[in-house]
């Protein structure tokens, strides 16, 4: 038997499997899904008896048209290989579709509840249609039947505007072409050159569950659900619902009843307004009418104005003559009371002399008072003057006294002891801080010494005979010094001599 590596049969099995297995379609439950941190997708499709390990590369992920979770039955399209590193064989999947209706519909109510509990179906955040937009935006196939009912019906009913944004309503892409559309829409700017819509229609024709699986993407009920511009489903026919049905503001049963919804019928409004204005004129008739019959049946009741005017004139020219009497009364009796206040009233000369007079006695008072008034002001102009003299001899005696101690600190300075330290001598001190002479030391005394930078502390030694001051100075022997042998000096001493 021939001899292979490890290596060798694991490339057999490799190409084996991709020659014998080059494109397989194969049914299973997903299990162990995962997305990796590099977008790559790895599971395992596993049916009653068996279990088949899968991965799908980041580049095809995202074409998938269809979020994998675990335990949903898929179709899944690719080719088999073996994975040497761990002596595995897996699907390399390139496409994968839901397996029969069931799973779509489990799919479709999942979805349905998660979206749900975020409150994107809640009939709070449905909008207002306008009663007659301006701009209608159309997000459906150029191509199809779809565009072409709508624009029939609103040619009927009423013609507006009509903005088509195109794009795919089946297959991979259609769910992401729709939910832009949707949010271009409402990035229009209101006053750009392209006009903003007054209100939007999301319209595909029947199909199956399949074909209609785009608007069940949760990325265009979300777009839908975002939309500023008021929505308008129309998916399918009438039985067909899909979850953007829940999410806009206003489902219609088909395009062509979108197209309804958005626009009211120009005949029934122009027939609307002529009996309203009918009904308008008539109205003002019978109120002008009325009015004026109660206006004539109030005038009946009222007195002849001229009889009116012939007494009102008569009593106005009796009160004038009564007025003018009482004027006439009045001035007389406030007349005879202002002559009466007058007499009573001093003369004015007279106040004058009579105010001179108690300003002359005032006068007086003042003139009696003044030395009681003045001799505190000048007591008090002593006392402020004494104090100024006595603290101008204050200031004058310190200014003595500082002179005083600044000769004294002058004299204490040249006598003191710290001059003759600067020059090089030392005072000795005992244990007690007295001075000690020569003839005091002791061996083992403890000693003092302070110097002009400093001090130290010492300690006596063997004591010789005291020399006495007018003793000649102990000779000091002379040593020659130590000459190296080599002649080079740099060599013994690394000082080197001079000479």
Not at 13 to 18: Q, S
Not at 210 to 217: I, K, M, P, S
Not at 277 to 290: D, K, N, V, W
Not at 333 to 342: I, Q
Request: charged share 30%; proline share 5%.
């Amino acid at each position: 038997m021939p001899e292979f590596s490890v290596s060798e049969i694991s490339q057999a099995v490799k190409r084996t499997l991709e020659t014998s297995f080059d494109r397989v379609r194969v049914r299973g439950e997903i299990s162990g899904f995962k997305r990796a941190a590099s977008g790559h997708l790895y599971m395992a499709l596993k049916d009653d008896s068996a279990v088949l390990d899968g991965v799908c590369w980041r580049g095809v992920a995202g074409r998938l048209g269809m979020q994998p979770e675990d335990g949903m039955e898929v179709i899944a399209t690719g080719r088999l290989t073996s994975y040497p590193g761990r002596s595995k064989y897996q699907i390399v999947i390139d496409g994968m579709e839901l397996a029969g209706a069931g799973a779509l519909l489990k799919l479709l109510e999942d979805r349905k509840k998660k979206l749900a509990a975020e409150g994107l179906f809640e009939a709070e955040r449905k909008r207002k249609l306008p009663f007659l937009p301006e701009v209608i935006g159309v997000v459906t196939s150029p191509t199809g039947a779809v565009i072409r009912d709508i624009m029939h019906r609103l040619s009927d009913r009423f013609p507006r505007r009509v903005l088509v944004w195109p794009v795919v309503v089946q297959g991979d892409t259609a769910a992401g072409q729709v939910a832009a559309a949707i949010r271009g829409f409402n990035s229009l700017s209101k006053t750009g050159p392209v006009p903003r819509p007054d209100v939007l229609i999301v319209a595909r024709g029947g199909g199956s569950l399949e074909d209609l699986w785009a608007f069940n993407e949760e990325v265009v009920v979300r777009a839908a659900a975002e939309s500023e511009i008021p929505l308008i489903s129309a998916v399918g026919h009438e039985t067909d619902t899909t979850l953007i049905d829940f999410a806009s503001d206003r489902r219609a049963p088909t395009p062509t009843a979108a197209a309804e919804i958005a626009v009211p019928v120009r005949s029934e409004l122009a027939a609307q307004t002529l009996d309203l204005e009918r009904r308008l004129l008539g109205g003002a008739g019978r109120f002008l009418t009325e009015r004026r019959m109660a206006v004539e049946g109030l005038g009946r009741g009222l007195p002849d104005p001229r009889r009116l005017l012939e007494e009102k004139t008569q009593r106005l020219d009796d009160s004038a003559e009564r007025l003018a009497n009482a004027m006439q009364n009045l001035i007389g009796y406030r007349r005879g009371a202002l002559v009466e206040l007058s007499a009573q009233l001093p003369h004015p000369k007279q106040q004058i002399r009579l105010s001179h007079q108690q300003l002359a006695a005032q006068g007086e008072r003042l003139l009696s008072l003044r030395p009681r008034l003045v001799e505190p002001f000048r007591q008090a102009y002593q006392r402020v003057d004494a104090a100024r003299r006595l603290g101008e001899a204050g200031r004058s005696m310190t200014r003595e006294r500082q002179r005083a101690v600044t000769e004294l600190d002058r004299v204490l300075e040249s006598i003191s002891y710290k001059n003759v330290l600067r020059r090089g001598f030392a005072v000795v001190r005992g244990e007690k801080g007295s001075v000690v002479r020569a003839g005091d030391l002791s061996d083992g005394m403890k000693l003092d010494i302070e110097f002009h930078d400093g001090q130290i502390s010492a300690t006596a030694g063997a004591t010789s005979k005291v020399r006495q001051s007018d003793d000649p100075p102990p000779s000091v022997k002379k040593t020659k010094p130590i000459r190296s042998k080599d002649s080079n000096p740099i060599k013994g001493d690394p000082q080197g001599t001079l000479l």
